[in-house]
T-cell receptor, first 115, second 112 residues
Framework: ETGVTQSPTHLIKTRGQQVTLRCSSQ?????VSWYQQALGQGPQFIFQ???????GRGNFPPRFSGLQFPNYSSELNVNALELDDSALYLC??????????????FGPGTRLTVT | AQSVTQPDIHITVSEGASLELRCNYS??????LFWYVQSPGQGLQLLLK??????LVQGIKGFEAEFKRSQSSFNLRKPSVHWSDAAEYFC??????????FGAGTRLAVHP
């Protein structure tokens, strides 16, 4: 069983640029969530996709957007990068929701540095 | 509002000593609670979870946690710490389908 994978591992961008991060969910999982983890902090929820539809969003501006594809892989896009966007971006997948309880399985993350 | 508090930012223990990491949550309904571990530069690994039932839950790597509704706590314990347990530990609550809410984490150092 393949776990959650993310690409690229590291990325350096300049302020104002745009970036796309990618995530392949664990086999059999149809829900993908994205989190931002700034240095020294816990992960913060960005948004979640379920069957290709956005299914909840955290307190992040619209320049953070996403997609989920029919194979349940996902992208996180960030436009007009700011220095504060420098963080570890984590993708997590989870299986079909049942009874409102589920666990999320995390990928290794993409380290984004904005200069 | 839902929140998670991990009161200890750093904890240092000697190898072989017991460990308890504290977690307090704020959530109106019955919470779904998790502990994750993160090694440097890596993603999060699920240690254990509480959804319902027995309030003492067992996880991987010899960890356990106890849900205490009266204290709004979900503390993580291990009877004997190994040097490989040095990492950052995050407590999280699920507010429902949508998201996990994490604490700020506790960094564990293990002395030989």
């Amino acid at each position: 069983e393949t776990g959650v994978t993310q690409s690229p591992t590291h990325l350096i961008k300049t302020r104002g640029q745009q970036v796309t991060l990618r995530c392949s969910s664990q086999s059999g999982h149809n829900t993908v969530s994205w989190y931002q983890q700034a240095l020294g902090q816990g992960p913060q929820f960005i948004f979640q996709y379920y069957r290709e539809e956005e299914n909840g969003r955290g307190n992040f501006p619209p320049r953070f957007s996403g997609l989920q594809f029919p194979n349940y892989s996902s992208e996180l896009n960030v436009n007009a990068l700011e220095l504060d966007d420098s963080a570890l971006y984590l993708c997590a997948s989870s299986p079909e929701r049942t009874g409102g309880s589920y666990e999320q399985y995390f990928g290794p993350g993409t380290r984004l540095t904005v200069t | 509002a839902q929140s998670v508090t991990q009161p200890d930012i750093h904890i240092t223990v000697s190898e072989g000593a017991s460990l308890e990491l504290r977690c307090n949550y704020s959530y109106g309904a019955t919470p779904y609670l998790f502990w994750y571990v993160q090694s440097p530069g890596q993603g999060l690994q699920l240690l254990l979870k509480y959804f319902s039932g027995d309030t003492l839950v067992q996880g991987i790597k010899g960890f356990e946690a106890e849900f205490k509704r009266s204290q709004s706590s979900f503390n993580l314990r291990k009877p004997s710490v190994h040097w490989s347990d040095a990492a950052e530990y995050f407590c999280a609550v699920s507010g429902g389908y949508n998201k996990l809410i994490f604490g700020a984490g506790t960094r564990l150092a293990v002395h030989p």
